[in-house]
């Protein structure tokens, strides 16, 4: 295995490159507010980081745990 011990999440992705500051800290914030419609609730968002990480194994990434919201729940 090239990352052992990271796992991604078998979901479409939707990537926001961004860079950290000196302490290794970033945000995204690339989804406007989710509106008040009924029509959305129940809707799945799922979440996680992937980090570039040379020291970390073979592949060179490490991967946060996984977060899914639903959506009016």
Do not use: M, R
Not at 15 to 21: A, E, G, K, Q, R
Not at 50 to 69: C, M, R
Request: glycine letters at 8%.
């Amino acid at each position: 295995a090239l990352a052992p011990g990271c796992t991604v999440v078998p979901y479409p992705l939707d990537l926001f490159p961004t860079l950290t500051d000196g302490d290794g800290l970033a945000s995204v914030t690339p989804f406007p507010s989710i509106p008040n419609d009924p029509s959305l609730v129940g809707v799945e968002i799922h979440h996680q980081w992937f980090v570039l990480d040379a020291t970390n194994n073979a592949l060179g990434i490490a991967t946060s745990n996984a977060l899914k919201t639903i959506l009016g729940t």
